[in-house]
Nanobody
Framework: QVQLVESGGGLVQAGGSLRLSCAAS????????MRWYRQAPAKQRELVAA???????NYVDSVKGRFTISRDNAKNTVYLQMNSLKSEDTAVYYC?????????????????WGQGTQVTVSS
C-alpha cells in the first residue's frame, strides 16, 4: 500500500507565499513523474505543475513565474513553492505520482493521489 500525504496548505493574503509538500510512503520501488493538481469550487481539476524524475518541469500558464515545483528523490517528496498568490489560486491542491511498488522481479505500477490540502488566498 502506497500513500501520498500533502501538507502546507492554509490561509494567506494575496501576494503572500505558501509551500506545499507531498511525501510518498509504503513499499516504493521507484517514483516516476510527480504532479500537483488543483480543484476550485465548481471547477474541473486542473494540472498545475509536473516534474520528471530527472527534474524537467512543466507549468500551467497561469502559474508560470510564480510557482516552482521541485522534488527530493531520496525522501520521495515533491514540493510546490507558491509565491505572489492570487485569489484565483484558491483551491484544494492534490499531489499525484506514478509509483512503482514491490521488489524485483515483481514490480507493480500505479498512479496514486493524495487526499488534498486546502489553499485559500484572501484578497
Amino acid at each position: 500500500q502506497v500513500q501520498l500525504v500533502e501538507s502546507g496548505g492554509g490561509l494567506v493574503q494575496a501576494g503572500g507565499s505558501l509551500r506545499l509538500s507531498c511525501a510518498a510512503s509504503g513499499s516504493i520501488f521507484s517514483i516516476s513523474a510527480m504532479r500537483w493538481y488543483r480543484q476550485a469550487p465548481a471547477k474541473q481539476r486542473e494540472l498545475v505543475a509536473a516534474i520528471t524524475v530527472g527534474g524537467n518541469t512543466n507549468y500551467v500558464d497561469s502559474v508560470k513565474g510564480r510557482f516552482t515545483i521541485s522534488r527530493d528523490n531520496a525522501k520521495n517528496t515533491v514540493y510546490l513553492q507558491m509565491n505572489s498568490l492570487k485569489s484565483e489560486d484558491t483551491a484544494v491542491y492534490y499531489c499525484n505520482a506514478d509509483i512503482f511498488t514491490g521488489r524485483l522481479p515483481t514490480v507493480s505500477f500505479s498512479t496514486t493521489w493524495g487526499q488534498g490540502t486546502q489553499v485559500t488566498v484572501s484578497s
